[in-house]
């Protein structure tokens, strides 16, 4: 019954989701550390990252803002009532709610955490992006195949709360 709150990231041009952190008490100084802990986790790659899209929820305070600042990210905050300005991360969300939130019950912070680190590697290794031609954000075009010699298997993951299909001889 308790309710957790999770941070993440996504990258617009690759569809590539960071989940940077749960908590149940989020503060401003909570989210000034996952914005360092992003930056570090870029670390060489920070500079391609121009702008931050984000809510204007209290807990992204002027720490936060100058973490991304110092980094060279600018901070674009969204307009009220606009959701299509933060449209990617709002289909994140939903689908997380939709086929993982929604039918799961998450134990505690640290079994919450781990499925959806698994949900994130599914997003960015194994599920195709419309914007991206059907391909994975971590994964490049693969070569077109014959389906006459092969047969699918599915593989469950998340405790069968996803499933994935691969081709077998």
Known sequence: ???AYVLAV?????RRIRILGITIHPTGEWTAQQARNLIMDLG????RA???I???GSNFTT???????DAGIRT?????????????????????????????????????QQILRQYETHHNQHRPHRA????????????PVDLDHYRVRKHAHVDGMINEYRLVA
Do not use: S
Not at 63 to 69: E, H, S
Not at 102 to 112: G, P, S, V
């Open 54 to 56: 984000r809510d204007r």
């Open 76 to 112: 674009v905050l969204c307009n009220i009532q606009t959701p299509r300005m933060n449209a990617i991360t709002e289909r994140w969300i939903g689908g997380c709610r939709r086929e993982l939130l929604d039918h799961t019950l998450a134990w505690n912070q640290a079994h919450l």
């Open 132 to 143: 991206l031609h059907a391909v994975a954000p971590l994964k490049p075009l693969p070569e």
């Open 44 to 47: 060489d790659q920070a500079h």
């Open 10 to 14: 996504i990258e617009h041009a690759t």
């Open 50 to 52: 121009k702008f931050m």
């Open 1 to 3: 019954g308790t309710q």
């Open 63 to 69: 720490a936060f803002d100058t973490v991304l600042a």
